[in-house]
């Protein structure tokens, strides 16, 4: 017996795009792209394919979360950015679709500024995982992937 891929859409917020060279000593030296190849590997090995994109358009991470499910996406990981202390559109997207989320971020935000401790996304959620640098979107789709597992 044969089992269908999951598809797992990777959305990434403003600035990420920088990475590699944006404040390395708060982000890291790994760039979005690395980040990217990395998943894809993560996600071969477990049966799914990820399909990774990056914007600094609030309006573009809702218009791709809203398409996610007649594209054929099963669930979302998802770096807001910035976005995360303030969209509620995003929540409200991510919530309007069912789809499971896990909210990633390359820092420990809580342990940061205070405005950064609070996440409008969050309670769309499954999980958050923060701090571990570009390896916190692998743990991310772990997660997500070990989630879908144990909905079979």
Not at 18 to 28: D, M, Q, V
Not at 61 to 80: R, S
Request: net charge positive.
């Amino acid at each position: 017996m044969t089992t269908a891929r999951r598809r797992i859409l990777v959305i990434s917020g403003p600035n990420l795009q920088l990475l590699g060279s944006r404040e390395p000593e708060i982000y890291g030296s790994t760039t979005l792209d690395q980040i990217h190849a990395t998943l894809g590997e993560v996600a071969s090995a477990r049966r799914a394919d990820v399909v990774c994109r990056q914007t600094n358009h609030e309006g573009q991470i809702v218009d791709w979360i809203g398409a996610a499910p007649t594209e054929g996406f099963v669930a979302l990981l998802l770096n807001p950015g910035a976005y995360t202390h303030t969209s509620f559109a995003i929540l409200d997207a991510i919530r309007a679709v069912g789809l499971p989320t896990v909210e990633v971020h390359l820092t420990n935000v809580h342990a940061r500024e205070p405005y950064r401790r609070k996440s409008r996304i969050a309670p769309a959620c499954i999980g958050q995982i923060s701090g571990f640098g570009a390896y916190s979107y692998e743990l991310g789709l772990l997660a997500l992937l070990q989630h879908l597992d144990a909905r079979r």
